[in-house]
């Protein structure tokens, strides 16, 4: 272990028995017309063992590449769709011996394929401690595509597939270049985990990072203890630097997924491990669909077969005249229509101001030379407004594809530091909301969100850009009672056409902008700094301001629902 990280252990949330994975056996058997090898010891380079499910052809005269699926949610079972309602996955839609979140052995194998299973270190009946998302774990993936790739029934071309912490795992171990590896789908996978889950804009997510340490808690021995971990890092440092991913390291042919559906959790970093790549055969396929049925729908697995046959087996597929990306610019809920581009971002963007006008509610092309104010309670209680709210009608038709930026100008009379919380929505010629897909599982979707802490304003000027600002979160800057601040506001990308006549809705508040019960899965930010009113400035010396990312609209073919799950 580094010590610069620090780890921190616990005891286990239940054992594996309590998760339904009896005792380790090593055993052989043929189902469904594949050879099963399960419970396999793989050996790490320090001598722990770690324990994998090997599904391949039965047919010793043939060699096949493994695609390898890392997970820490147990090889011996897949989690049940069903318990996510509206996710759009089934046990209907994938076979029983697919890992949560992984390629489906019942397809793969008969077309030339295996798939390996994988409980990696410290999880389930795996040996040694568990890390998440670590370097420690990046090399123990490392040393299982080498033991992959030189196993006799292997062709020795390693790919990698899976989604979330399978394509996180993915980011990680492919920039450390095993030799074994030859090609990887990182399917909708974060890769900045402290601004990209743990901390929106500064502010602590409350729900979901601590929701999903459950999930990797089934061990026999001690595993990492995130939650411990989170709170002795509020800020970004060498800690969260070490489980933040190094894209411009990997080099191997990339196919990469993301969905703007996943405001909050994996779109960000998708697209910006694909933006930072150092492959020079990469492509970028986003959708606006339910992440886990896009992933098992024909039309997907049916490309990503074009991309592994040709990189893994070395098949004429049509791979290499793919466009660089491919997109869906929506329309409505599972309306949109497929945009090809030669980048990201689409080369033809063009940015585009609009000025907030605090006494109007409204977004206007020029700014006002006429300052104003507006109010609202920072926690949503008592009379009065609880946002702000700003319109803009696009008055010819137009396409939003890409990174928002929102300047503002905020002050608050009750407090030291403010959490603002920024929604983007779309409204038809009637005035009717229209929403889309959100979050894995909800229908009632923004356009796009954004998030930010006013002690963690300072920028990052290295990385941030014209379209994007990063935030450094080195230090904590509070601000004055009363003082106006300006906060600097990334919105994570999106692509939405708007026709002439329809309406973009902005909308600033001090919590989340959607709310849920506190059962159903989503990112939440509890842990709030805000006291009594905001108050929004504009116009005049307050340069509040919405920077939009706008492609002219074009005809391409439509995508129905019923062609992409």
Not at 201 to 218: K, R, V
Not at 223 to 234: F, G, N, Q, W
Not at 471 to 495: A, C, D, K
Request: hydrophobic share 35%; glycine share 8%; proline share 8%.
């Amino acid at each position: 272990m580094d010590e610069r990280y620090h780890y921190r252990f616990r005891e286990p949330y239940a054992s594996p028995e309590d998760g339904g994975s009896p005792p380790p056996r090593y055993r052989q058997e043929t189902v469904d017309g594949m050879l099963v090898e399960r419970d396999l010891a793989v050996p790490m380079r320090d001598g722990v063992r770690i324990r994998v499910d090997v599904y391949r052809p039965d047919t010793a005269d043939i060699k096949v590449p493994p695609l390898i699926a890392w997970s820490p949610y147990g090889k011996h079972s897949p989690t049940k769709y069903e318990y996510f309602p509206g996710c759009g996955v089934t046990s209907k839609d994938v076979s029983p011996y697919a890992a949560f979140e992984g390629p489906d052995p019942l397809y793969w194998v008969p077309r030339g394929y295996a798939v390996i299973n994988v409980d990696p270190r410290g999880t389930w009946h795996s040996e040694g401690s568990a890390t998440f998302l670590s370097p420690e774990e990046a090399q123990d993936f490392y040393d299982l595509i080498e033991w992959a790739g030189t196993q006799p029934w292997s062709n020795g071309k390693v790919g990698l597939t899976g989604v979330s912490y399978l394509a996180i795992a993915q980011w990680r171990v492919a920039e450390l270049q095993p030799p074994h590896l030859a090609a990887i789908n990182p399917w909708e996978g974060w890769t900045d985990t402290y601004r990209e889950v743990v901390r929106h804009g500064g502010i602590p997510e409350t729900w979901f990072w601590p929701y999903l340490q459950q999930f990797m808690g089934f061990s026999t021995v001690q595993v990492e203890d995130l939650i411990a971990e989170t709170a002795e890092h509020p800020l970004y440092d060498a800690f969260w630097e070490s489980k933040a991913a190094h894209p411009e390291r990997i080099t191997v042919p990339a196919f990469v997924v993301a969905s703007w559906t996943d405001q909050g959790m994996h779109l960000r970093g998708t697209i910006a491990g694909f933006e930072r790549l150092g492959s020079r055969e990469k492509w970028l396929d986003v959708h606006g669909r339910m992440k886990w049925a896009y992933y098992y729908a024909d039309e997907s697995k049916q490309r990503l077969q074009d991309f592994f046959d040709h990189f893994l087996k070395g098949l004429e597929t049509g791979v290499t005249s793919w466009p660089r990306v491919r997109l869906e610019v929506r329309e409505r809920y599972f309306v949109g229509k497929i945009v090809e581009g030669d980048d990201w971002p689409l080369p033809e963007t063009r940015y585009s101001k609009l000025y907030l006008d605090a006494g109007q509610g409204t977004l206007r092309p020029e700014p006002s030379g006429q300052t104003s104010t507006f109010s609202y309670h920072s926690l949503g209680g008592g009379p009065g407004p609880h946002r702000a709210t700003f319109v803009y009608t696009f008055p010819d038709p137009i396409e939003v594809v890409g990174h928002m930026k929102l300047r503002l100008f905020m002050s608050a009379e009750d407090s030291d530091d403010l959490d603002v919380f920024v929604g983007v929505f779309k409204r038809d010629t009637q005035g009717n909301f229209v929403y889309f897909p959100h979050y894995q599982i909800h229908d009632d979707g923004p356009v796009a969100l954004g998030w930010i802490r006013a002690s963690h304003r300072e920028l990052d000027e290295a990385a941030s850009t014209e379209f994007r600002p990063v935030l450094s979160h080195r230090r904590e800057r509070t601000v004055q009672r009363g003082e106006v601040v300006e906060l600097n506001i990334e919105i994570w990308p999106s692509g939405t056409h708007f026709d002439q006549g329809e309406q973009l809705v902005l909308v600033v508040q001090g919590t989340d902008i959607n709310r849920y019960p506190k059962d159903v899965l989503y990112a939440r930010h509890e842990e709030s700094v805000n006291r009594g009113l905001h108050r929004l400035h504009t116009g005049g010396p307050h340069d509040s301001h919405l920077l939009l990312p706008l492609v002219a609209a074009r005809p391409s073919r439509s995508t129905p629902a019923s062609s992409v799950g």
